[in-house]
C-alpha cells in the first residue's frame, strides 16, 4: 500500500490523528524551548554537520582505528555486509556462550536487521526492555518512532495490552501504575538474561569506545547483568574524537525530547573483568548511499526523531504509514536506497516544506533530498500512466505560450460552464473536500489588455 | 530600474484580482514595471512531481521573458523559490544567473529593493499571516521557528504598518497548510487535514482574513473555508497592501 492510502486509514479516526498531532507537537515544542536555551544552537549544528561530513569523507580510515583501538581493550569486533550477516554473527555469539534469554535495549539497527524473528526462530527469548519498544513487541508491532516506539498508542490502550500479557489489573491507563508494572515484570528478565544487546549511539575511533544514549537505564541494566554484551551499530556511527560527544550529546537529547541531556549517556570502553563485550559493525546498504553524491549526507543522521515530530505529515499519517523502519522525513530519504520500488510512494508523502531540515541537528537537507528521490523514482519506477500523461503533456503546453494561453482560457470555460455534479465527479481529488476557485469573466492576460497599454 | 511583472499561471488564469493589485501596488510605488506578454509557468509543478527534465522549456520560456529586466516580481514565493533554486536543470548562461539572481517575491522586493515598509494602506480587519513554506523556509522571508536564529518577518514588517489592520498571532506560527503542489491530490486526506487544522488556528484566535505571500496556500484554504461555511476571508497580501479607505 502507498504512504497516501495507509495516511487515508490513519485518518478515518480524527479524533486519534488530533492526539497523536498533538502529542508529537508537545514534544517539537520542547525541543524548541530546549533548544533557545542553548545561544550556540545554530553553530553547534554546523559543527556536528562538518564533523559528520568528515567522518563521511575518510569513514574506512576511522572504522579501522576504531577498530584498533576497541580490540586493545579487549572488544571483541565483527564485520557485517548486510542483516542476514548481522544476525548470523549475534546467532553464533550466542551459541558460542549457550544463550537462552537475551535482553535488548533500543536499537533500530536490530529492527533494521530483523533480529528478533531472527532469534526467536532459533528458539531465544528476546525481551525489549525499553518500555515504548517493550509495548510494540508485546503488541506485535513495529516501532512507529525511532525515539517513542509506542507514540501510537494512548495509554488506555497500554493499559489493556498490559492486562492480557502481564495481568494488571484495570487502571483507566493511569502511567505510573502500568510503568511500575512493566519496571516490576522487565527486572526479572533481566536478572535472567545471559546476554545483553544495545545499539550504539557514538563509536569513538579515538578511543575505541562506544556511548549508548538511554532514559530508562535499561542498557546499563542490561550489560552489566549480562556475562555478555553485544553492541550492533551502522558504519555511520563513528564520531573521531572522545571530546566531540560534548556537541553531539547536547544536540542530541534536546532535539529528540527536549532534555538538556538523556538521563543516562553510557560509556561503554571494555569488557569488565571475567565477561565479554561484541561489537557488530554493519553495512547493510550504507555504502551503497554513501557512493550516491546527492543522498551521502543522509548518514549524517544521528537518529533523535526531531524531523519526525516536526513533520506536518508524519504527525498526521502514524509512522506505521510509511511501513519503513525509520519512518518520517529521513526515513523517506534512507528507505529508497534500499528498496527503491516499495518506498516510492515516501518521497511524495511530503509538501517540500523544509521544517526537517531545520530541526535536524546535523543539517541534512531532507527536503532536498525528498526532491531529488522523486526525480530518479518517475524514471525507474512505472508510475500510474494518468499521472505521468498529464505532467508530461504540461510541460510541452508550459514550454508553448500560444497553446498555453489556448489552454488556459478552455480550461476557465469548461470549469465556468460545466455542471457542478459533472466537476466534482470522483475523479475530481481537489474536489472531495475542497471548492474550486470560482472562475472570474477574464484573466489577467485580458485584463491588462484592456487597462494596460505599454 | 526596470520590472518585470511575473504573474504565476495560477493567479493569471484564477485570480487576476491578485495580478491587479500587485501590478497596481508597484505602480503606486513608483516601480517602472512591464507585463511581458506569453508568460506560462516556472514548471514547479513538474519538477515537484519528479519531472523537472520536462520543464526545461517553460524555463526557458521564463527566461526569454524576463532576461532584460533589472527585476522580476511576482506575488508567489514559491513560484519565486522555484527560479532560485532549481532552474539549474538548463545551461547556466549569464541571461540565466541573471534572471535567478534578480528574482524577488513581492514583500521582498518592497523591504530590500524599494526599502519601504509603510505603504500608506489601510485595512481594519483582525489578519492572520500564513507563512507560506517556500517564502519562508526557502527564500528566508523572516525567522523560521525551528531556528534559533534572531525573529524577524517581512510580511509582517509590511502588514504592522498598515493602518488598523490588527495582526492575530497564530498557536502554530509556521506550520504547513498541507498544499504542497500536486500533494494536494496525490496524498488528499491529509492535504485536508492539514488545511483544516491551520483553518482552526485562525478561527481559535479570531482571525477575519488569511492572508498570505503565496496565494496557492491560500487557495487551498479558500477551497475548505468556503466548502464548510467558515467565517473567514482570505486575500494575497498584495490585495491588502493595495487597499485604502
Redesign the interface.
Known sequence: MSHAEKATIFNKNEAKVNWHDKALWYVREKRDNAAHNVKEWEYLRDLASAIKANVLSDLDTYLVEFEANALKNGIKIHWASDAEEHNAIIGKILDDNNAEKVVKSKSMLTEECHLNPYLEAKGIEVVDTDLGEYIVQIAKETPSHIVLPAIHKTKEEVDELFQEHLGTKPSNGNPEYLTNEARKHLRGKFLKADVAITGVNFAIADTGGIVVCTNEGNADMGSHLANVHIASMGIEKIIPKEAHLGIFLRLLARSATGQPITTYSSHFNKPAEGKEMHIVIVDNGRTEQLSREDFRASLHCIRCGACMNTCPIYRRSGGHSYEATIPGPIGSILSPGKDLTKHSSLPFASTLCGSCSNVCPVKINIHEQLYKWRQIIVKDVKQPIVKKSILKIAGSVLAKPKLYDFAGKSARFMLKYTPRFMIYSKLNAWGKARELPEIKNENFDQWYKINRKK | MKVGLF?P?Y???????V??AT?ELLEKLGVDV??P?????C?Q??????????????C??FVENFKEYDYIVGPSGSCIYHVKK?FDIIEQTPEVIKVRNNAYELCEFIVKILGKTDLGASFPHKVGLHKS??GL??LHLGS??????PPFSTEEDLLNNVKGLELMSLT?KD??C????T?????????????R?RIQDHLDNNVEVITGADHSCL??L???I??NKQPLRVMHIAEILNSSI
Open positions: 504573474i499561471c493567479i493569471n488564469q484564477l485570480y487576476p484580482q495580478a491587479i501590478l512591464y507585463y506578454k506569453g508568460q506560462t509557468c514548471g509543478p513538474l519538477g515537484n512531481s519528479g519531472y523537472e527534465g520536462d520543464a526545461k522549456g517553460s526557458q520560456v532549481h513554506c517556500h523556509r526557502g523560521c521557528s525551528e531556528r534559533m536564529d502554530r506550520e504547513c498541507g498544499f504542497g503542489g500533494f494536494s491530490v496525490f496524498e488528499e486526506a491529509i492535504s485536508v487535514k492539514m488545511g487544522d487557495m487551498h479558500e477551497g475548505l468556503n466548502r
